[in-house]
């Protein structure tokens, strides 16, 4: 049999451990989950696409940094910022199988606000549609799309779009898709390309802005040439209210140049520290050899 001093023990531990368990359970509800890098989660807005694809701009919601459910703050680097509308980009190039390729037109590029390439409004039969911008693309301007692999490279103009496969080697190329069907999800920003360098069995090996070599599917399809806004990474920001504007908050004085948190320090010169002579040598021992 249990004592009473070992069963109110017990009976306390039990109650304790629900306690433990009910907080536990409110703050996982309140907490977010912190975001993880390369998964694509920005805390930045969110968009909120149609059913169908549209030009028309699209309504966001700016986060701020915050999470969407809980309201509290997850990134603390993000905040204010010019509210732009948010334009669909089409980033499937589909064209025929067979026969000659589809001819679209250029009808205006345009600056997007939230991205950092310039876009284009293109015009193919009754549809329109956006893609990104090259370096020399301006409105006029026809371009071509096809699926076909020919067997011997084509000569393509800037904005077209061919599988690998079609494309001699050395051609410089963006919004690359990663497998076959998948949309162009590689190669979006600002002055980026790729290169294609060599070919083997029904591979293509790319190299890819940051230098490193992939082989992809000969019927990834790709878009000939470097994207717009070739110096958006060598334009300095200027000021801190252009900054603001960019939706890039102050980090709150933690940081100074000279004596704060990772800025360096100005300290006091250690004292002058006078260099004294060597010292004299010993004289040496006198020694008697006289017996006494």
């Known amino acids: 049999m249990f004592a009473p001093r070992q069963i ?6 039990q109650k304790n451990l629900v306690r433990l368990s009910v907080i536990s359970v409110r703050n996982a509800r309140l907490l977010p989950e912190k ?10 807005r969110i968009v909120h696409y149609p059913e169908e694809y549209t030009v028309e701009p699209l309504k966001t919601t700016h986060l701020a940094g915050r999470d969407p459910v809980t309201g509290k703050v997850v990134a603390k680097g993000i905040g204010g910022g010019v509210k732009h509308k948010y334009h669909w980009i089409k980033w499937i190039r589909d064209g025929p199988t067979e026969g000659p390729p589809q001819v679209e037109k250029v009808i ?6 939230c991205r950092t390439a310039k876009i284009a409004l293109v015009a193919v039969g009754d549809e329109l549609k956006y893609i990104l911008a090259t370096e020399n693309m301006k409105p006029g301007d026809l371009i071509k799309t096809s699926r076909v692999i020919p067997r011997i490279p084509v000569r393509p103009s800037e904005g077209d779009a061919y599988p690998l ?9 963006h919004c690359l898709e990663k497998n076959p069907g998948y949309p162009c999800h590689l190669i979006h920003a600002a002055g980026t390309f790729g290169t294609i360098l060599r070919r083997f069995d ?24 470097r994207v717009s806004n070739i110096e958006h990474a060598k334009t300095p920001v200027g000021s801190p209210q252009k900054m603001r504007e960019l939706g890039n908050r102050p980090r709150s004085g933690l940081w100074h140049r000279k004596e704060g948190k990772h800025g360096r320090k100005i300290r006091r010169l250690p004292p002058m520290t ?9 004289p040496e021992p006198i020694k008697f050899t006289l017996n006494l």
């Open 165 to 173: 496969g079609a494309l001699p080697n050395g051609t410089r190329i």
């Open 108 to 113: 205006d590029v345009l600056f997007d606000g």
């Open 274 to 282: 006078d260099i004294a002579p060597p010292p004299k040598p010993k």
């Open 35 to 44: 975001p993880k890098p390369g998964l694509g989660v920005s805390y930045r």
């Open 202 to 225: 029904d591979k293509v090996v790319v190299q890819l802005p940051s230098k490193k070599e992939f082989a992809f599917d000969k019927t990834c399809m790709a878009t000939v040439g």
């Open 8 to 13: 109110f023990q017990c009976l306390f531990n």
